[in-house]
């Protein structure tokens, strides 16, 4: 996608860390890290959702982003890996990304906070789930 940022990194249009590339899959370091190692695994071609990877990409990509996992499990001993998909859940940039971001003893940082809550609705909301994922 031409307007896509994610896009001109993988056409090499912008100068970027890439840490690792394969067919279907580029991993490079986030610009603005939370931490440092701070890396961003994406698809190679553009989609916005991660439901709309079609399943052979997917499962290149999910094999690749577990040997990313994997290695930066070396780097430091905790990673917290994200991926938010959609506006409303913090996705700013709309290309699918994953965030791998390595985590030290006493670093702070708070991945996201929330308050639990009691649900009277477990069942119903069950029910709900269970029938959005017919197809
Ligand atoms: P999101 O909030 O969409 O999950 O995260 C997007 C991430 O992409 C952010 O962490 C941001 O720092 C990173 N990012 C945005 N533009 C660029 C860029 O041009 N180069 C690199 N390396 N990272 C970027
Ligand atoms: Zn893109």
Request: with cysteine; hydrophobic share 35%; aromatic share 8%.
């Amino acid at each position: 996608m031409s307007n896509c940022v994610f896009c001109s990194i993988i056409q090499k249009e912008i100068p970027t860390q890439i840490v690792y590339e394969d067919s279907f899959s580029l991993a490079f370091l986030d610009i603005h890290p939370a931490s440092k190692g701070h890396t961003l695994v994406i698809p190679k071609n553009h989609y916005e959702f991660l439901s709309q990877i079609p399943e052979h990409e997917y499962i290149a990509f999910m094999k690749t982003l577990q040997k990313i996992a994997k290695g930066m499990m070396h780097y430091t001993e905790g990673i917290n890996i994200l991926q938010n998909n959609g506006k409303d859940a913090g996705q700013l940039v709309p290309h699918v990304h994953f965030h791998i971001i390595p985590r030290r003893p006493g670093d702070g940082i708070k991945i996201e906070t929330w308050r639990t809550q009691h649900d009277p609705d477990l069942d119903k909301v069950q029910k709900t789930i269970q029938s959005l994922l017919k197809d």
